[in-house]
């Protein structure tokens, strides 16, 4: 591993502390502050408004309002396209400054940063694009009857995101819920405050009504709580821990909101022997170690087939031995700091774990530097699948090396967990990986490919690793109520 120097930027300006309510950035209401990281350095950048349930009563209150009265409630279809399209171009006038500031508050590096940004202006653009083409149906209904159906805003909606893809996440949220009509108070993850709060003033430039988009940041238990409890709220949609999320079912129960969930997984990616070694070698690398492994999709599980196994880890280690880590704004590096010391120490739990049950470590398992939250690419060979380190979300630069021998066996190993986010087989047999595609129980599958996600592509889990899609259209089902209205002729 080699260690990338120091970026000669200097720190983003951060511009804005509060929280966006009613189009008016405020205090909060019981004045409650928390101190955000950089996690290259471990030290305090910032001292960021936590929202309690006071606010979240405002925001619901505000983003009420703004659905049912005043101009978002009037606005055209096409108008909200263009007020959509046109902070998709304010977010790409500013997305070297956006980029700078997420890898500075999350850690990711400069490089990953500009591309999310490219994935927020493309996801902005995409469900602009569907603001007018949200569309019902007419259906030939026994009788002298006409029945047509209209697909309108689920209401109020509260949006929980993660740290892991600050703006990414909040991009896939908004998107079709504005394209859908809606109003959204949105609570980000308490490691990343900064970056939505920067987008909310690019929102309110571009000119989105009070009450349309609301932020609030805050602590889960408490903000993100609030939310999920509130009466006025119509749906939360959570992209988070799996854990959270049964907490947060429970609590929606209570007044039967609409929920839907984007989870964990334990990607299972299966190198067959017939693939172009290359490329699968690079694709594995890349599978598990982009953004520090933490990524709901990282390809955690690498099945290798036995006949290339000792190659192919051999590979593997070597390249990530020479993995640049180091300052996330230098453009040279390749891996910055993990999120927080509470990951970083979940991720060398791990590591431990890994080793007492018996599983070879290959290369890194150390902590990076002594500064920052910083941790080695790591292999763990001839891992069985019930070690805790083949069964359990990491989230952290960590693969287990699982060898097999045949499809059927692979196919069923795969499936042996209770997540099912993606899966990826390299092969160059168009029959092994059409039956993988089939079988295995994941809502994406990449074949000799692996995170490639746009947003006009559904995604989301089976099993344990959510519950509805976001993306493409799939999205727009979940942001709208189908109302079906029937009218006597004659
Ligand atoms: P992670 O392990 O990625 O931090 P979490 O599920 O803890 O996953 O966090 C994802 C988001 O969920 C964050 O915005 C966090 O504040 C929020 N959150 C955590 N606990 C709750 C809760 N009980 N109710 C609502 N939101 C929560």
């Known amino acids: 591993m080699v260690q990338t120097a120091t970026a000669p930027s200097s720190a983003p300006t951060i511009r804005q502390t509060q929280l966006l309510i009613d189009n008016q950035w405020v205090d909060p209401v019981e004045g409650g502050s928390f101190e955000t990281y950089n996690p290259a350095t471990g030290e305090v950048i910032a001292t960021v408004a936590a929202a309690t349930s006071a606010d979240v009563d405002k925001a619901v209150k505000s983003a009420r309002k703004a659905l049912e009265k005043g101009p978002w409630s009037n606005m055209s279809a096409s108008e909200r396209g263009r007020l959509m399209n046109k902070l998709a171009d304010l977010v790409e006038r500013n997305a070297l400054e956006l980029a700078t500031l997420e890898s500075f508050n999350c850690g ?81 993850a308490e490691q990343t405050p900064l970056t939505a709060l920067r987008v909310a003033e690019l929102a309110v430039e571009a000119g989105f009504p009070a009450g349309v988009i609301n932020i609030l940041n805050g602590f889960g238990e408490t903000a993100g709580a609030a939310l999920v409890n509130h009466p006025d709220v119509d749906k939360i949609a959570f992209t988070g821990h799996v854990d959270t999320a049964k907490i947060i079912q429970r609590q929606a129960a209570e007044t039967l909101k609409r929920t839907t969930f984007e989870l964990g997984g334990k990607s299972p990616n299966v190198i067959f022997a017939d ?34 196994h000792q190659e192919f880890v051999e590979r593997l280690a070597e390249k990530a031995k020479a993995r640049n880590i180091g300052d996330p704004l230098n453009p040279s590096t390749e891996q910055g700091p993990q999120v927080s010391q ?50 359990d979300e990491i989230f952290g630069p960590v693969v287990s090396v699982l060898p097999f021998k045949g499809v059927e066996e692979v196919i069923e190993r795969a499936n042996n967990t209770s997540y099912g986010l993606a899966a990826a087989i390299w092969t160059k047999n168009i029959d092994k990986a059409h039956l993988f595609a089939k079988s295995v129980k994941a809502g994406t599958v990449w074949v000799n490919c692996y995170h490639i996600v746009d947003a006009n592509t559904p995604f989301g889990g089976f099993k344990m690793s959510g519950q509805g899609r976001e993306n493409g259209e799939a999205a727009i089902e979940h942001y709208t109520e189908l109302k079906t209205v029937t009218v006597k002729l004659g």
Request: aromatic letters at 10%; proline letters at 4%; a neutral charge.
């Open 342 to 391: 509470e990951q970083l120490d979940k991720i060398l739990h791990y590591v431990d774990l890994g080793k007492s049950q018996g599983a070879k470590l290959l290369t890194g398992g150390e902590r990076f530097g002594d500064k920052g939250y910083f941790i080695e690419p790591t292999i763990f060979d001839n891992v069985q699948d019930d070690m805790a380190i083949a069964k």
């Open 275 to 308: 693939a172009d070694l290359e490329q699968a070698v690079a694709g594995a690398f890349h599978a598990i170690y982009f953004h520090g492994g933490q990524c709901c999709t990282a390809g955690s599980r690498l099945f290798v087939e036995d006949r290339i």
């Open 108 to 188: 990711k590096t400069i490089s990953d940063s500009k591309g999310d940004l490219a994935g927020v202006v493309k996801t902005l653009r995409y469900y602009a694009g569907w603001a007018d083409k949200v569309e019902g149906r007419t259906i030939p209904v026994d009788g002298n009857f006409l029945s047509y159906t209209l697909r309108q805003p689920v209401g109020v909606v509260g949006q929980i995101i993660p740290w892991n893809f600050p703006l990414l996440m909040l991009a896939w949220k908004w998107g079709p819920a504005l394209a859908c009509g809606n109003t959204i108070v949105m609570k980000p």
